[in-house]
């Protein structure tokens, strides 16, 4: 027979944490799906040809997941200071030249044009072709910046793409701020950055999240009933005589 007498104040005490622990757990299953869903309409999207730029600003319209897919645009790069973008390669820190590009029919997206060596000045530019040219990459959604990341410095190193700040002289064009070019290898001309393409590279550690706090819930009602146990209001056994 289990005698059970449940403490007053831990059980209420109990009651709020498993609710909040089970509720966590089942938003991170939710996510576990969620991500899964995305990871595989990213996949399939990366299959795909490039795409004109303003076909895919379509196909998003539409509801479709556009991000990391391959992407094609003509244009020219607009004339505007290159801006260093904060990087890590091969474990150190580096640059990478960001730069708008407008199409040939009026949009304007910033582009990653690869990995440089030095930090440009403000009157730096990118060579420019004389000539409209064809860039392919892949569209990376902007992340914007943490609330511990260091400030962008207008006349220096940037930390994240402030597209809004980049293309702010394109405004009456079409301005694409949600996204980044960055340009495939290998690079057109010599005198060019070194490109250096993104990949979809994004974490689905929701099970793990989820599996975790299960977990707690488990261990909070293994201490409850570890207390009760112990202070003999959890007892198995024969009924008394």
């Known amino acids: 027979m289990i005698r059970f007498s449940?403490?007053?104040g831990l059980s209420l005490a109990l009651v709020p944490v498993l609710a909040?622990?089970?509720a966590l757990g089942?938003?991170?299953v939710k996510r576990l799906h969620w991500k899964t869903d995305l990871l595989a309409q990213i996949e399939q999207g990366q299959?795909?040809?490039p795409t004109p730029l303003d076909r895919l600003l379509a196909d998003e319209a539409d509801g479709k997941i556009i991000a990391w897919r391959k992407v094609v645009v003509r244009g020219h790069i607009a004339d505007e200071p290159v801006r260093p973008l904060y990087a890590i390669r091969n474990s150190k820190p580096a640059q990478r030249a960001l730069a708008p590009f407008i199409t040939e029919d009026g949009m304007a997206i910033v582009v990653d044009f690869g990995f440089i060596d030095h930090i440009p000045t403000p009157d730096d530019r990118l060579p420019r072709t004389?000539?409209?040219v064809t860039l392919q990459g892949i569209i990376k959604p902007v992340r914007k910046a943490g609330p511990f990341a260091?400030?962008?410095q207008p006349d220096g190193l940037w930390y994240w793409p402030d597209t809004a700040t980049m293309l702010s002289p394109?405004?009456?064009n079409r301005a694409v701020e949600r996204y980044v070019l960055d340009l495939q290898a290998p690079r057109l001309y010599p005198d060019w950055p070194e490109p250096a393409p993104a990949h979809a590279n994004i974490p689905n550690n929701h099970l793990d999240y989820a599996l975790t706090?299960?977990?707690l819930a488990l261990a909070a009602l293994g201490i409850y009933f570890g207390w009760h146990v112990r202070a003999g209001r959890l007892r198995l056994g024969a009924k008394d005589s």
Do not use: D
Request: hydrophobic share 55%; glycine share 8%; proline share 21%.
């Open 213 to 215: 706090w299960f977990g």
């Open 6 to 8: 449940p403490a007053p």
């Open 26 to 28: 089942v938003w991170q």
């Open 170 to 172: 394109f405004f009456a």
């Open 130 to 132: 004389g000539q409209p």
């Open 150 to 152: 260091p400030a962008n």
């Open 47 to 49: 299959t795909l040809p």
């Open 20 to 22: 909040i622990l089970l």
